[in-house]
């Protein structure tokens, strides 16, 4: 039989959430400063990615069964995303110090995007095996670039924790990285998947160059903040831009599979009439 969650599901879900909220708030940790921006950005993000998850959440039973799953990951990514916002505040609160630097959440940053950058690579497969265009090529394609983006980065940002990899190597393991990221590009607007979309509905394609732009122009801001952070004064600028990017990339391109599955949705239901 398969799992469908009803409106009481939905619900009983979202108020779990919300206990599991109040524990996380109130469990001990240092307190924001409110002159500390880069802290209120942390704070910003992590209300955003909550709000966003309970919303995918209860949007889901609204649309087509072919979508749920869709509406699912997208509910994963910001609901993973908010759990490790939770840590990556505190984590900069317990740092920062009467001088207004924090230290930056590196590794607990790369775990949530090891986790939520291919789920978001995979919503592009998705949204095309909704409608029956998809291949399993291009999601391992998809799916491999991204892993050798986030991990040529993480590599590139963590080198002087790790005796293997020199200070010369950080600019190449960039370049590795920003080629992943190129090739995801590539797949989108000029390879498979913007063949496959064109034979889609106008709502799911709207949604997947929507999608596509949100890729392009959000993922940009990440190679702008590691550069902004190389060197001791680059860390608030690179922490303040990466939450920004991590809202937008999530959040944003989340409410595009929402607003595909919904268009879809809605015309499937008007050709039955």
């Known amino acids: 039989m398969k799992f469908e969650f009803s409106k009481p599901r939905s619900l009983l879900l979202t108020g779990l959430l919300f206990l599991v ?14 002159t500390d921006m880069v802290g209120v950005s942390f704070w910003l993000a992590t209300a955003m990615m909550l709000a966003s998850t309970v ?16 509406m699912t990951v997208a509910a994963l990514v910001t609901g993973v995303a908010w759990y ?10 317990d740092t920062f110090d009467a001088t207004g630097t924090g230290e930056s959440p590196l590794v607990l940053r790369y775990i949530d995007w090891l986790i939520t950058v291919p789920l978001q ?8 095996a909704a409608v029956g265009v998809a ?3 291009l999601f391992w394609r998809l799916l491999g670039a991204s892993l050798v983006m986030l991990i040529a980065g993480f590599l590139a940002e963590a080198h002087e924790g790790i005796d293997a990899i ?12 920003m080629l992943g990221w190129i090739y995801i590009m590539y797949e989108l607007w000029a390879g498979e998947a913007k063949e496959k979309v064109s034979e889609t509905s106008e709502g799911t394609q709207f949604a997947f160059k929507a999608m596509a732009l ?21 860390t608030d600028g690179l922490n303040i831009l990466y939450n920004i990017a991590d809202v937008v990339n999530k959040t944003a391109f989340g409410l595009m599979v929402w607003y595909a599955a919904t268009m879809d949705t809605k015309a499937a239901a008007a050709s039955e009439e």
């Open 21 to 34: 909220t109040l524990g996380t708030v109130s469990a001990e940790g240092a307190a924001l400063d409110t």
């Open 55 to 70: 919303f995918f959440i209860l949007e889901r039973q609204n649309v087509a069964a072919k979508w749920k799953t869709s």
């Open 84 to 93: 490790h916002y939770t840590y990556m505040r505190t984590y900069w609160a």
């Open 121 to 128: 690579v995979s919503e592009f497969y998705l949204i095309l």
């Open 135 to 137: 291949t399993a090529a």
């Open 166 to 177: 020199s200070e010369g190597m950080v600019w190449p393991l960039f370049v590795v990285g």
């Open 214 to 234: 949100i890729l392009t122009v959000g993922w940009a801001i990440y190679p702008i903040g590691f550069v902004l952070g190389q060197g001791d004064s680059g």
